[in-house]
């Protein structure tokens, strides 16, 4: 039984590093949500009953929460507020950590690495319209932190990768390893680069840029974060020489749909998800944000949890109209390998519908194709 | 030819028709002096102009202002200094004389305004990845908090060999009208197509002269904005209009007399200590609740208990009385990052204004208070296009409308957001300004 979170994390990766035949299949919980108001709470508190219930998850523990707040607090699709197109809905946030708190969460922790910046997270939301006192009185203990810098550590923590695809370990804020329990909060949306982000392309945001961001430090992390992850995509440069390289020769890919997947999957494997919500009342099309060209507001009306990442994803693609076992060159992977398939073929979790327990709605019953074009008129 | 405040400028240039002006709202010609014959001003006199005789950088001498009157000109604007009180002093805003009884000063080498272009033609970015912006805006307000009760006119022109579009040079209009000063207009401007756009939108800002144009914010920033920390205090200015963070400028020199309501976080970017009256008045504000975000030098007159993490690094927090004070902890050097840090420091929660979607568009809220918006002025200095603008405000207002020149007023609706109201934007040109009411 590991004693130390560090511990813990070493078992898992041990684990990890040999998959068992037949990946986990973790029950997906599944609901209709026809907006982001009074019916979301109970809603949200059904479905995590029927995952067993969040007490068994987070009662006495410290739990971080990653949300979704892609690209700048100042960029919306049209005049549309971003939660309700490319970031996790601040109600949703909001209900999440009240059900935690009420199932006995001791401490909850919400992480994002945002844009570009050092600011400190609370900032960042109110710069995006957003009243981040509305999650301190949600539950008790709620805390922020911007994780695409050092923030409030006083060191990185070094996540080790078992079975790596291209990084053997990554350095992240101290919130990602002082944590019992993680649980991601993501947005049903299609990525340009990766063709789905779902709970675990959530979590390429949780590299700091101090880091791995365009203007990161050659020898140490640079004080505070320039630019984006261009390295994930391209794999122009290094990380800053105190994080480990990338295992093969560098720059050895430069495709970002080979890359990418990859890398989500490496950053997943180091930092496991317990709890994974997605957000799909409403959203947007063709990519993860309004610099995405063509994306249009869409209301798919659906809310997702589940304690397995993998599961969860492969069920939340089939909710958008696509099909979880699709490879590279079929929709949405039409220039990227699968992040689901690169999951699975590490032991994190099916993809298989056939193997994962649908609880709450029937997948046909909310089924909404992001790739229908909309209706004239 | 009208009180000089009045006067709407332009520059003469030899072969101009002075009856293609006399239709639009120009009525103040600036012509070279001595270089201009007295019958070229006797002539533009006689055609209803007001003349003024720009002495160049020569600095004015008692001779030549003695003159202006013998030789029909209305007023003679040069290099402050040894001209005598009738001088129009032209100078840039660090070295204009800050009382007199002129009534317009002249702020020289302004910039032209726009995104400034690399070396490809793709634009430069500023600190925050964001498109690098050249505004005279900063300068314009310094000018009016320096001198008030003045009118302020800017003297630039656009580079040299450059041909700007009618969008330019409207831009740079509205860049100094936004920001309560006026442009003499190069002669360049008067024969080109970009004409009748400028004098639609000259006439729009006159006829909406009275609009506020008090800076709203509850930031203030209290410096010489002269000396060894010009750079920083100016810069200061400059960049946290980037961040849409209002300032209001209380120059130290008339801070002490200054109105302080509603301020609720002042700035104090000097290094040399403030006079021992305005350092017990900002003391006496943050005792009253206020925050204070002082360089290290103040360290030593700054008396509190520890009051915890500071929300960005780089600082210690004391408290004092109700309020707090935010010392660096090391000398600034990056008015950027002095901006970020105090954005973070004050907060943005009660930020009067926000805009989505901005690129290159700066706003800038004004009122008849401090404390109120009422207008906000919205300047595009890219090119037309880009992502629709979304308008936010802190507080409740029942209405909006925008108003643009050379077209008519559109009514705007509010829609009620949790930290105040927001108000899709239609697309417009270079410049709107919204009218609010409630």
């Known amino acids: 039984m590991p004693s130390t979170r560090r511990e813990f994390l070493a078992a898992a990766a041990f684990a990890a590093a040999w998959p068992a035949k037949a990946a986990p299949a973790d029950p997906v919980a599944l609901a209709a949500c026809p907006s982001y108001g009074a019916e979301l709470l109970p809603t949200l508190e059904r479905m995590f009953d029927q995952l067993g219930g969040l007490g068994r998850l987070v009662k006495g523990k410290t739990v971080a929460i990653k949300l979704n707040l892609t690209g700048s607090p100042d960029y919306r699709l049209g005049h549309t507020p971003a939660g309700l197109a490319h970031w996790t809905h601040p109600a949703v946030t909001g209900a999440v950590v009240h059900l935690m708190g009420k199932a006995g969460a001791r401490r909850i922790r919400l992480v994002e690495s945002p844009w570009n910046t050092a600011d400190p997270l609370e900032e960042y939301m109110l710069d995006a319209g957003w009243e981040p006192r509305d999650f301190l009185s949600a539950a008790p203990a709620v805390e922020f932190e911007n994780t695409n810098w050092l923030g409030r550590g006083r060191r990185y923590a070094r996540m080790p990768v078992p079975s790596p695809l291209i990084y053997p370990a990554f350095d992240l804020n101290h919130s990602y390893l002082d944590c019992d329990v993680f649980a991601t909060v993501a947005k049903l949306k299609e990525h340009a680069t990766a063709g789905v982000t779902l709970s675990m392309k959530n979590s390429f945001g949780i590299a700091p840029c101090t880091i791995y961001g365009d203007g990161c430090g050659q020898d140490e992390p640079s004080p505070v974060p320039h630019g984006g992850r261009g390295m994930f995509h391209s794999g122009n440069r290094q990380p800053s020489r105190s994080a480990p390289g990338e295992l093969a020769a560098p720059g050895a890919s430069h495709d970002g749909g080979y890359r990418v997947p990859r890398i989500v999957t490496d950053l997943v494997a180091a930092r496991p998800i317990h709890l994974a919500v997605i957000d799909g009342i409403a959203t947007m099309t063709r990519g993860e944000g309004p610099w995405i060209p063509g994306g249009r507001v869409v209301r798919p009306h659906v809310l997702l949890a589940g304690t397995n990442p993998v599961t969860t994803d492969a069920v939340a693609m089939a909710a958008m109209g696509f099909d979880p076992l699709a490879g590279r060159g079929r929709p949405p992977f039409e220039k990227c390998d699968s992040t689901l398939q690169l999951a699975e073929d590490r032991g994190l979790g099916t993809r298989d519908l056939a193997r994962i327990e649908v609880r709450g709605a029937r997948v046909s019953a909310v089924r909404f194709d992001f790739r229908r074009p909309p209706a004239r008129g | 030819m009208g009180a000089q405040n009045e006067w709407v400028p332009a520059r003469w240039r030899a072969g101009l028709d002075p009856a293609r002006l006399r239709s639009g709202p120009v009525n103040c010609l600036v012509v070279d002096w001595p270089a201009t014959g007295e019958d070229t001003v006797r002539r533009l006199r006689a055609a209803g102009f007001a003349v003024v005789g720009d002495l160049g950088s020569a600095p004015g001498t008692p001779h030549a202002a003695e003159g202006t009157r013998a030789t029909g000109l209305d007023a003679l604007m040069g290099a402050p200094g ?42 430069d970015a500023g600190p925050t990845g964001a498109p690098w912006i050249d505004s005279n805006g900063w300068a314009a307000r310094l000018a009016r908090a320096l001198a008030p009760g003045k009118t302020i006119w800017l003297d630039f022109a656009p580079p040299a060999g450059a041909a700007p579009s009618p969008d330019n040079w409207l831009l740079a209009l509205c860049d100094a009208q936004a920001h309560g ?21 000259l006439a729009f800002f006159q006829a909406h002269r009275g609009w506020p144009s008090e800076a709203v914010s509850s930031v203030g920033t209290i410096s010489a904005f002269s000396g060894a920390g010009e750079f920083l205090a100016q810069e200061f200015l400059n960049l946290s209009a980037r961040r849409q963070l209002p300032v209001r400028i209380l120059p130290a020199d008339r801070a002490i007399s200054a109105l302080w309501d509603g301020l609720e976080t002042l700035v104090y970017p000097d290094q040399a200590p403030p006079p021992p009256a305005l350092l017990a008045r900002m003391l006496a504000t943050v005792e009253a609740g206020a925050l204070l975000v002082a360089p290290p030098a103040l360290a030593p007159l700054l008396h509190g208990r520890d009051a915890g993490e500071p929300p960005c690094p780089g600082y210690r927090m004391l408290a004092i009385g109700k309020g707090r004070a935010a ?54 200095y890219a090119s037309r296009g880009g992502d629709p603008l979304t308008l936010g405000l802190t507080g409740r207002y029942r209405a909006a409308a925008l108003y643009t020149p050379g077209a008519a007023p559109v009514r705007l609706a509010p829609q009620a957001v949790r930290r105040g109201v927001e108000f899709p934007l239609p697309r417009f040109g270079v410049y709107g300004a919204v009218l609010l009411e409630g």
Do not use: C, Y
């Open chain 2, 82 to 123: 040894s001209a005598g009180d009738s001088l129009v002093p032209a100078a840039p805003v660090s070295s204009l004389p800050r009382t007199g009884p002129w009534q317009i000063a002249v702020v020289r080498e302004g910039v032209w305004p726009g995104v400034r272009a690399g070396a490809h033609g793709a634009s």
């Open chain 2, 327 to 380: 010392v660096a902890l090391q000398p600034w050097d990056d008015p950027f990052l002095l901006a970020a840090d105090v954005q973070n420091l004050a907060g943005r929660r009660n930020a009067p204004v926000r805009l989505w979607n901005p690129g290159a568009t700066m706003v800038f809220p004004t009122g008849e208070t401090p404390a109120r918006t009422r207008l906000v002025h919205l300047v595009k």
């Open chain 2, 181 to 201: 000063a006026r442009w003499i207009l190069p002669a360049a401007a008067l024969d080109t197509p970009a004409w009748a756009v400028l004098s639609a939108a």
